[in-house]
């Protein structure tokens, strides 16, 4: 019983924040509650189509064929490849990581995964293509011109910085989802 309790801590503390919020402050806690629908509405709406998604690539794509596109020998068209696929992702950033996850398990080098996330908080095609219409080319390309090396050198500088036990860590939790 305590190792469940432990392990849905935050959750009971969460929980526990809300009722306190609603006694203490009703109009608060209908506004809390509102957010907390607006989110789970959108959670259910993305994980699904993703999870789908990923189900699809675990099965169809060999994790012979993603080694050799984007493993450690695959220099630059593994870090092509990974801004494109983060970049031409729809949905939110918390989306991206169990894409990562299966990334994981088919051999997807340490540097690439980093890219791939950075992209995908960043490089998004739509944004880029609102930013165009709202805010003019010329600031949208420069947003794009110094965001694509930006993402390399943080995810260069941050496999130099990981260890390699702290990396085989990573992808053992990976391969344990």
Do not use: C
Request: proline share 5%; charged share 15%.
């Amino acid at each position: 019983m305590s190792k469940l309790i432990k392990r849905y801590s935050f959750f009971l503390f969460a929980l526990l924040a809300m009722v306190m919020l609603a006694i203490w402050d009703w109009s608060r806690e209908v506004k809390a509650l509102h957010v907390l629908y607006f989110s789970l509405k959108e959670m259910l709406l993305v994980i699904p189509p993703i999870f789908l998604l990923l189900g699809f690539l675990d099965i169809w794509v060999p994790k012979e064929t993603m080694t050799r596109y984007m493993g450690q020998e695959a220099g630059m068209k593994g870090v092509l490849l990974a801004i494109f696929i983060g970049s031409a992702a729809a949905g939110p950033l918390y989306g991206a990581f169990p894409v990562a996850a299966v990334l994981m398990k088919k051999g997807v080098s340490f540097t690439n995964i980093l890219i791939f996330i950075g992209a995908w908080s960043t490089t998004k095609i739509p944004m880029f293509l609102f930013e165009m219409a709202a805010l003019g080319p010329r600031f949208a390309w420069t947003r794009l011109a110094v965001d694509i090396p930006g993402i390399i050198i943080i995810a260069w500088i941050l496999n130099r910085m990981v260890s390699s036990k702290e990396k085989e860590k990573i992808y053992q939790n990976a391969d344990n989802l």
